[in-house]
């Protein structure tokens, strides 16, 4: 009896083992694969961790505060002869530029504008409201005007959003509407509007030409400060120094008839006479 109890266990257990493998296969896959359930709750935990940022930021009108006044000295206005050369320099290397520039073909010049436009894949859009707040999107270069369009009216309020406006540029003032074959057809930079533009809204209805920024109360909260402007020094030229190495002077208005150093020049016949 010993002997047939040891005979027929090894058989049970080879019966038994390819389906005690099974399930315990299947336990492990089922508890390695997640279920869509355990899916969306770990994607939203993840996304309520980082909270994603928003793809545009509004400026709240800028304070006097944020918008300090430097009193500049009224030597800053002066001009000096450095000033003068520098700026004769630039008016013939403008002048040689125009006469020795050679003629281009209208694929040169359509080349050259691929050029520059590729410079700039990005368009920053500025949308300034009547009072003086700032909605800001940046843009992909090819672009249509309609995006923006879009982008402004997505984020009025639902009782402005049916109210017609229009994008516009001033001084001098240029629309840019929809219905303008000039313009709809155009990429933003096409239009000229890269790397960076403001435009100005107008509102069919003037109520809101003279009102706070009619926007959706969740951009609204979303506000923030203007970055604080740069703060120019007095000196127009801080860190310019004399050719003797000390600081630079202050400059000093050009007198008729004076050198730089301040020595009065004669013409030659005055010379002559005064040696004679």
């Known amino acids: ?122 368009t920053r859009i500025r949308i300034k409201f009547a009072d003086r707040s700032v909605l800001e999107k940046t843009f992909p270069s090819t672009d249509k005007i309609r995006a923006v369009y879009a982008f402004v009216r997505s984020s009025l309020r639902e009782d402005v959003k049916p109210i017609k406006f229009v994008l516009y540029q001033s001084p001098p003032k240029r ?6 074959p000039k313009v709809r057809d155009l990429s933003l930079a096409e239009l000229d509007f890269a790397p960076s533009s ?22 609204l909260a979303l506000a923030e400060d203007f970055p604080t402007p740069p703060v120019f020094s007095p000196d127009p030229n801080p860190d310019k120094a004399d050719r003797t190495g000390g600081p630079s002077r202050p ?9 730089d150093d301040g020595e009065r020049k004669y013409p030659k016949w005055f010379k002559i006479g005064q040696s004679a």
């Open 175 to 180: 629309e840019y509407k929809v219905s303008d």
């Open 1 to 122: 009896m010993i002997e047939s109890a040891y005979a027929t266990e090894p058989l049970s257990l080879k019966s038994s083992s390819p389906s005690a493998r099974s399930s315990s296969q299947m336990a492990d896959s089922s508890a390695s694969t997640p279920t869509p359930a355990q899916t969306a709750t770990t994607a939203s935990a993840s996304a309520s961790a980082t909270p994603a940022k928003p793809a545009f930021r509004y400026f709240r009108a800028p304070s006097s505060s944020q918008q300090p006044r430097n009193d500049l000295p009224d030597n800053y206005f002066d001009v000096t002869p450095a000033d003068v050369r520098a700026q004769q320099a630039s008016l013939a290397a403008r002048r040689d530029a125009l006469q020795n520039a050679p003629l281009r073909t209208a694929a040169m010049r359509e080349t050259e504008d691929k050029k520059r436009r590729s410079r700039w894949p990005e």
């Open 198 to 219: 403001v435009l100005l809204i107008k509102f069919d209805d003037e109520r809101f030409d003279h009102a706070p920024a009619p926007l959706d109360p969740s951009i």
């Open 251 to 259: 400059r000093t208005n050009l007198a008729f008839g004076k050198k």
